[in-house]
C-alpha cells in the first residue's frame, strides 16, 4: 500500500470509532436510529433530526486500488462518480455501474440496484466481495461469502436495517476503448424479451436495456466493451437520466431550450434535491419493478391501459443468488437463492412520471400497480413509494429469516425495513386537517408559479435536501473522463 492509501486507512479507522461510540450509545438506551449519508436518490421523504442519527457522510473516499485482484476497498459513501473516476487511473471499471453518478456503493449494496450489465453480472451486491459493518450494538465485524456468510448474505438488501455498513471490497474488470452500442427496434415487450434471450445466450454482449417510447415503439440497446479501429469516429453519448432529469422528474420542460439554457440544473442529484425542497416527490411516480420474463407483456399492456406513463425503461436483471438455497438463503432478499421459488431472470420497469396531486388517488394508483406486480410474480425496489399495509409486506417478503438475522445480531431496536420505506398517507392526511397553518401551506405551494420558482432556486442553490448547499462549480467533471462519466 502507497503511503496516501495508509493515510487514507488510518482516517477511515478514526471516523469508524466515531460511528461505533454512536451506535453503541442508541444501543445501550435501546434507541432506534437513522443513518445521514449527506445525500440521497431516494424520493421518500425523510426528516434529518440530531438526536436520532448516525452521520457517515465522511465515509467517501477510495482506500485502495488491488490492481492484482481486480478489486477496490472503499469507503461506504464513495459515489459511482468517484468510483469510476479513481478505477479508470487503472483501466478498470466495476461489473455492475449504477445509473445515477450520485448513487453510494453502499447504498447499492445494502438498496437494490442493478444496470444494463445486471444480466451478466446479478445485481450490484453480487459484485461485492466483502463488507466492513458496525452492529446495531456497536462491534466491529467483516462479513463475506466465506466469513460471516448469513451477515453478508442478509445484510445485502437490508436498508441499514442490521447494521451500518462503512467499507466494501468489489469487483472489477479490464475497461476498454469504448462501448460498441447497437440499437434494435422492436414493436412488443414479447419480441424485446425474445430478442434479450437470444442476446443473453451469445455471450457477446456486455450490457443490455431499453427504453419504450410508446406502446408499438421499443428500442433495446446492446453494447458490448471494445478496441476502436483506426479510422473509426468515436460518439460520446450523454444518458437522458443524467444529463436531463426533466424528461423522468418534471420540474422544468424537457426541450432543446432548456437542456441548453439550464445545463447545470438537470443534474440527478440537483434535481431530486429540488423535488424534495418543493413536496413535488409526493407526487410523482417513481417506480421500479421487476416481472418475470413471461409475465412483462401483459404487465406492459397494464401499464399502458391504465397509467399510460411513457417512455418507459426496461432492462433484464439476473437476480440469482448463486450457491443454493442453504448458502444464500439470508434476510429479506432469500428468494432469489432457491430456483424453485423465483425465475433466474427479471424484465425490469422504470414507471417514471407526474401522478396525482390528490394524495389518495395518487396511492390508489400505486397500490393497484403494487397489488399487479405481486400478482405476476414479481417484486417492487423498495428506494421509491411504497403502499403495501404491514400484512401485505411480509406476505411478500420472507420475515422469519429477516426476523432471525435481526435477532442474531441484536437489531430489533432498529427500524425494520417496513418501517423505512412505508408511506403514511392517513397520518399525512391527518396532519393536515389538524393544523390550518399545514393547509394554508399546502394551498400556497400549490399556486402556480411559486412552486417551480421556488424549486429552480433551491436547484440553482445546489446541496441535499437534507443537508446544506452545495456550490454547482463542484459538480464540474475532468474533460478528459466527460464521456464515460456523464456530470451529476
Known amino acids: 500500500m502507497h503511503a496516501d492509501c495508509w493515510a487514507r486507512m488510518e482516517a477511515h479507522i478514526q471516523q469508524v470509532k466515531a460511528i461505533q461510540e454512536r451506535v453503541r450509545h442508541f444501543y445501550e438506551l435501546k434507541l432506534p436510529f437513522r443513518i445521514y449519508h449527506g445525500s440521497t436518490n431516494s424520493i421518500r421523504y425523510c426528516s434529518r433530526n440530531k438526536d436520532n442519527f448516525v452521520d457517515t457522510s465522511n465515509l467517501r473516499h477510495v482506500l485502495a486500488n488491488v490492481t492484482e485482484k481486480q478489486t477496490t476497498i472503499l469507503d461506504a459513501n464513495v459515489t459511482m462518480y468517484a468510483l469510476l473516476s479513481a478505477t479508470l487511473e487503472h483501466s478498470l471499471v466495476p461489473l455492475v455501474v449504477m445509473e445515477f453518478p450520485g448513487i453510494t456503493v453502499g447504498g447499492g449494496y445494502s438498496g437494490t440496484a442493478g444496470k444494463s450489465s445486471t444480466f451478466r453480472h446479478g445485481f450490484f451486491e453480487s459484485t461485492v466481495n466483502s463488507v466492513e459493518m458496525v452492529l446495531a450494538d456497536g462491534s466491529i465485524v467483516t462479513a463475506s461469502r466465506d466469513d460471516n456468510s448469513d451477515l453478508f448474505r442478509g445484510a445485502a438488501p437490508s436498508f441499514s436495517t442490521i447494521g451500518v455498513v462503512t467499507m466494501l471490497e468489489i469487483q472489477l474488470r479490464d475497461a476498454a476503448e469504448a462501448v460498441e452500442l447497437a440499437y434494435h427496434v422492436v414493436k412488443s415487450i414479447a419480441e424485446a424479451v425474445k430478442f434479450i434471450e437470444q442476446e443473453t445466450a451469445n455471450g457477446t454482449d456486455d450490457y443490455l436495456d431499453g427504453i419504450v417510447y410508446e406502446k408499438p415503439a421499443i428500442v433495446i440497446c446492446s453494447g458490448r466493451l471494445t478496441t476502436v479501429p483506426s479510422g473509426v469516429e468515436v460518439v460520446q453519448l450523454l444518458r437522458p437520466q443524467t444529463r436531463g432529469s426533466t424528461c423522468i422528474l418534471p420540474i422544468l420542460p424537457f426541450d432543446d431550450a432548456h437542456r441548453i439554457k439550464h445545463d447545470r440544473l438537470l443534474r440527478a442529484r440537483v434535481m431530486y434535491h429540488a423535488l424534495h425542497a418543493i413536496g413535488l416527490a409526493k407526487e410523482t411516480n417513481v417506480q421500479d419493478v421487476g416481472v418475470p420474463y413471461n409475465a412483462a407483456e401483459e404487465f406492459h399492456q397494464w401499464l399502458d391501459r391504465e397509467l399510460g406513463i411513457y417512455p418507459l425503461w426496461t432492462c433484464p436483471l439476473r437476480q440469482r443468488r448463486d450457491g443454493g438455497a442453504d448458502v444464500a438463503s439470508h434476510g ?67 420475515r422469519d429469516m429477516y426476523d432471525t438475522l435481526r435477532e442474531r445480531y441484536g437489531a430489533t431496536h432498529l427500524p425494520s425495513v417496513f418501517d423505512k420505506v412505508r408511506m403514511e398517507i392517513e397520518a399525512e392526511e391527518r396532519a393536515l386537517r389538524a393544523s390550518w397553518r399545514a393547509r394554508l401551506a399546502w394551498t400556497f405551494w400549490h399556486i402556480w408559479p411559486l412552486r417551480g420558482l421556488y424549486g429552480y432556486y433551491k436547484a440553482a442553490r445546489g446541496g441535499d435536501y437534507l443537508g446544506g448547499a452545495t456550490s454547482l462549480r463542484s459538480q464540474v467533471i475532468p474533460p478528459c473522463i466527460r464521456g464515460l462519466l456523464r456530470r451529476d
Do not use: C, Q
Open 332 to 398: 429479506r432478499h432469500a428468494d432469489p437463492a432457491d430456483p424453485t421459488a423465483m425465475p433466474e431472470f427479471l424484465m425490469n420497469f422504470g414507471v417514471w412520471g407526474p401522478g396525482s396531486r390528490d394524495r389518495a388517488e395518487f396511492a390508489r394508483v400505486n397500490r393497484r400497480l403494487e397489488a399487479k406486480v405481486h400478482e405476476l410474480g414479481g417484486k417492487e425496489w423498495l428506494y421509491a413509494h411504497t403502499y403495501y399495509s404491514e400484512r401485505e409486506f411480509w406476505d411478500i417478503y420472507p
